[in-house]
């Protein structure tokens, strides 16, 4: 069964950083697509980074040379280093598996809420 | 970038109802559309993939159509547990954008 389980957020002030952890099983993070997906509250819904399964990333404009997204195989997990952080950043935080083929998000983690201010 | 544009942003329904969304880009997605289903509190759920495959385990009164730079999801008889707000995304290019969602809500 393919669960997908966020960790890492919480409170912080802003300029900090924070590292957020999506743990995978199921499946292999690095044969496949893996993306992180955020929620203003109240907001919908904004696309923030991929990891293709070659390695390559790409990230939203509003957050590039801020954010990293990154992969541990060994740990079957995903992470998102956030640096910089601003109160605008701050949202619930979801990861989301990208199938082959269409790169569809099929699998989605419950989410965890970041929240920046001082 | 490719923009996606939903309408209507909300979307007053009775159970029963046949209930039409549309989603227009901004450019040509070669049918790399995506629909998604979210209800408070919860992640979001995918729907129907590559413009009008239906996601495994999705009931059948959810279909998509389209193709080129307009795409509709369509309930074709709606159910209670259907009052949620849908978002379209598109997976062709980097950046992936999502619509503005259209909230179905009780008329």
């Known amino acids: 069964e393919v669960q997908l389980v966020e960790s890492g957020g919480g409170l912080i002030q802003p300029g900090g950083s924070l590292r957020l952890s999506c743990a995978a099983s199921?499946?292999?993070?690095?044969?496949?697509?893996m993306s992180w997906v955020r929620q203003a509250p109240g907001k919908g819904l904004e696309w923030v980074s991929v990891?293709?399964?070659?390695?390559?990333?790409y990230s939203a404009d509003s957050v590039k040379g801020r954010f990293t997204i990154s992969r541990d195989d060994s740990k079957n997990t995903l992470y998102l280093q956030m640096n910089s952080l601003r109160i605008e950043d701050t949202a619930v935080y979801y990861c989301?598996?990208?199938?082959?083929?269409?790169?569809?998000?099929?699998?989605w983690g419950q989410g965890t809420l970041v929240t920046v201010s001082s | 970038d490719i923009r996606m544009t939903q309408s209507p942003f909300s979307l007053p329904a009775s159970v029963g109802d046949r209930v039409t969304i549309t989603c227009r880009a901004s450019q040509s997605t070669s049918n790399y559309v995506n629909w998604y289903q979210q209800k408070p509190g919860k992640a979001p759920k995918l729907l129907i993939y590559?413009?009008?495959s239906l996601q495994g385990g999705v009931p059948s009164r959810f279909s998509g159509s389209g193709s080129g730079t307009d795409f509709t999801l369509t309930i074709s008889t709606l159910q209670p547990e259907d009052f949620a707000t849908y978002y379209c995304q598109q997976s062709y290019s980097t950046p992936w954008t999502f619509g503005q969602g259209t909230k179905v809500e009780m008329k």
């Open positions: 590559a413009a009008f």
């Open positions: 989301a598996r990208a199938a082959l083929g269409w790169v569809q998000l099929d699998y």
């Open positions: 199921g499946f292999t993070v690095s044969s496949i697509y």
């Open positions: 990891i293709y399964s070659g390695g390559n990333t």
